[in-house]
């Protein structure tokens, strides 16, 4: 009989999940400890609400491929191509009124990007055999590369007034992208715990050859994968459109290394077959509140991203070291 922990807390550090939303929660309390006036106050509350959630989507899309066994590095790539895709044609159409019509259209054609530039990478991974961590790092390149190539390097600029809503705006007071991340986060949770799909994606990273023994089509199952993550990674590129008015071939450089970041401390196995979204939440957060807290009390950049790697270095040997206890 298996002996179960008794009490909340040793509960909770039983499950990596658990133990993440003690470290989130305790990362809150020391950050509003450190700077009671700033960190507490509603400011800094809905500019936090309105921040993550650009590099939160991209952590579920990163989340999605690491569950089987893979790694999607082109995401910023494809959110970004997908984006100066949406800013040339609202840029070259004229729209009537506000021109939400015309963003809509825009909006319409990113997706169709990103899910083009996700096939794209599902058949190098899936049809080709190439290992998705040298297929994705090249596909990433090449789309950076036909952004630069469609702006000369510079931002795209001049958008409807709609375009503001996505990544600006609330929706009866709470902040449009943290609904927005709240409702994919809710259905790409829903899609890998209650489909068949889902429990595919789930069995051919714990087992690839048990799922291929147990019929499942492999080649579908990977360029749907990876389809999906080159959706969401162009939803994430609106959402950096609208925040910041422009397009640009180099915006979030620095958010593929943060969705990798939270898709591991979030409890996701870079092995592949185990991985909750209500992980790469908790992740999200303690990240956000992490670097919100650091920025209040002066550290530097580099010594944030020395505490990041820390932070995340410390939670893989928590969480190695109890799954070998179990």
């Not at 910023?76 to 040339?88: D, E, F, K, P, Q």
């Not at 009537?96 to 319409?108: E, K, R, Y």
């Not at 950096?240 to 898709?263: C, E, H, P, Q, T």
């Not at 790469?280 to 303690?286: F, W």
Request: aromatic share 8%; net charge positive.
């Amino acid at each position: 009989m298996t002996h179960q922990p008794q009490g909340l807390l040793p509960r909770l550090m039983s499950s990596p999940e658990g133990r993440l939303a003690v470290i989130c929660v305790a990362i809150f309390i020391l950050m509003a400890a450190l700077s009671p006036d700033r960190f507490l106050s509603l400011q800094n509350m809905t500019s936090m609400a309105f921040q993550f959630p650009e590099f939160a989507i991209l952590a579920l899309a990163m989340t999605v491929t690491m569950l089987t066994g893979g790694i999607d590095l082109s995401v910023v790539g494809i959110a970004n191509l997908s984006a100066i895709i949406a800013a040339t044609i609202m840029t070259r159409m004229t729209g009537s009124g506000d021109g939400a019509l015309l963003v809509m259209g825009a909006m319409a054609a990113s997706l169709a990007v990103g899910m083009v530039a996700g096939l794209f990478n599902g058949i190098l991974v899936a049809r080709l055999g190439l290992p998705p961590i040298l297929a994705t790092l090249g596909s990433g390149l090449i789309f950076t590369g036909f952004a630069i190539a469609m702006t000369g390097g510079s931002a795209v600029m001049g958008f409807p007034p709609a375009v503001a809503w996505i990544g600006n705006s609330t929706i009866m007071g709470v902040p449009t992208p943290l609904v927005l991340f709240a409702l994919l986060a809710i259905g790409t949770s829903l899609v890998l715990t209650r489909t068949a799909f889902g429990v595919k994606v789930r069995m051919y990273g714990a087992n690839p050859l048990a799922a291929r023994f147990a019929a499942i089509n492999i080649d579908a199952m990977l360029i749907r994968v990876y389809v999906a993550s080159g959706a969401l990674a162009a939803i994430a590129g609106m959402v950096v459109m609208s925040r910041a008015n422009s397009a640009k071939a180099d915006y979030g450089s620095s958010y593929l290394l943060l969705a990798v970041l939270i898709a591991v401390l979030g409890g996701v196995n870079p092995y592949g077959g185990y991985g909750r979204i209500i992980g790469v939440v908790l992740a999200v957060l303690s990240m956000q509140f992490l670097s919100s807290g650091l920025n209040m009390i002066g550290v530097s950049n580099f010594a944030r991203e020395l505490i990041w790697g820390s932070l995340l270095i410390f939670v893989m040997i928590v969480n190695t070291r109890a799954a070998r206890a179990r």
